[in-house]
């Protein structure tokens, strides 16, 4: 009798936990899958800040760039490491990005491995026809910047407008996702 209680019990508090399930499923379906990941986003706790008294060292054109410089532009800085596929894929996506709002914007591609040597950086700019947009390598000096934002992995994404955080998120995105923050942000 007393076994006879337990599968019983079991069997009610499975069917419930089975009806909790399908209920956030279909929840999850409904709500668009990259919105639910990006709404959990940690990154996203930055929106709002402000990005004050940066430097980036260009090693592509040799001069180094203070952050306020480029408050005329929106400004998106992206985090790559020589070795991620994902990131020249990146490359790729940020070259239609570049060629379609030109003078509009400034990309930064933030290099977080001090193990990428500059000719690393040019050599894989190169090999993915990376456009003359800002390429910084990974420095101690840079280390303040890297650690106030988190950026401590690949593909962190940030856009700045008036040196203000916008946007922000640490996964690989569509690009409809990039190119409809700078429609908002251009407009």
Not at 28 to 49: C, H, M, W
Not at 84 to 113: H, L, T
Not at 122 to 131: H, T
Not at 153 to 175: F, H, M
Request: net charge neutral; with cysteine; proline share 3%.
């Amino acid at each position: 009798m007393k076994a006879r209680f337990i599968i019983i019990s079991f069997l009610i508090f499975t069917l419930f936990l089975l009806g909790c399930n399908k209920a956030q499923t279909s929840q999850a379906v409904s709500q668009d899958p990259f919105e639910k990941v990006y709404n959990l986003d940690p990154q996203r706790k930055f929106i709002g800040t402000q990005i004050k008294d940066v430097h980036f060292s260009d090693i592509i054109k040799g001069k180094t760039i203070n952050f306020d410089q480029l408050s005329d532009k929106i400004v998106i800085i992206e985090s790559f490491s020589v070795g991620c596929p994902a990131c020249a894929e990146g490359i790729k996506q940020y070259n239609q990005i570049y060629d379609k709002y030109g003078s509009r914007i400034q990309i930064i591609y933030v290099n977080i491995d001090p193990s990428d040597t500059e000719q690393d950086i040019q050599n894989i700019k190169q090999k993915y026809n990376g456009r003359d947009w800002i390429w910084v390598k990974y420095s101690p000096a840079l280390q303040d910047f890297l650690s106030s934002f988190k950026i401590n992995g690949n593909e962190i994404t940030y856009i700045i407008k008036d040196n203000t955080v916008e946007y922000a998120d640490s996964y690989a995105v569509p690009l409809s996702r990039i190119e409809n923050t700078l429609e908002r942000l251009l407009a």
